[in-house]
């Protein structure tokens, strides 16, 4: 039942993630894309009808709000979609713009919802390096969040 679960949490976030790089080969490789763009619009690519399912989903099941802001990505995207029916450097750039928004938004979720995670730990290191503008008070600083992190939870579960 795990892998299920996980694989409902996590699809928005990697259906999100591959529009995006998807959408970054376009400037990278023009010509490629537009040779695999209706491959990739239509693998990667989500109706109205399902993206509003994808939304529901992440509401109805608490255990899938890690997900909400792609699944709103995803929304946004096939609304676009919509309005604006061709590939054109405004629709790529909306794509890329919201997409990087989103994945950046449930990088911010994950880390205040489980910050003693791998994922949240490496964040609030990078965070802390690039507050102090060094490396060894950088470490300081994450230690001591790190600590008082612990702790709080430690405290709050009652052990």
């Not at 995803?74 to 989103?102: H, S």
Request: one cysteine or more; hydrophobic letters at 55%.
């Amino acid at each position: 039942m795990k892998p299920v679960k996980m694989t409902m949490v996590y699809f928005p976030i990697v259906l999100v993630l591959c529009q995006v790089l998807s959408n970054l080969l376009s400037f990278v490789w023009w010509d490629g894309y537009i040779a695999a763009a209706f491959y990739l619009n239509h693998f990667f690519g989500v109706n109205v009808l399902f993206a509003f399912f994808m939304l529901a989903f992440t509401y109805w099941f608490k255990f899938c709000a890690v997900s909400r802001y792609s699944a709103w990505a995803e929304v946004l995207f096939a609304i676009n979609f919509l309005i604006v029916q061709e590939d054109n450097l405004y629709n790529i750039m909306f794509q890329v713009i919201v997409g990087t928004l989103a994945l950046l938004l449930t990088l911010r979720y994950f880390v205040n919802r489980f910050p003693l995670c791998s994922i949240a730990l490496i964040w609030t290191f990078l965070i802390s390096v690039a507050k102090k503008q060094s490396c060894s008070k950088g470490l300081d600083l994450w230690e001591n969040r790190t600590y008082q992190t612990i702790k709080s939870q430690h405290y709050e579960r009652g052990t």
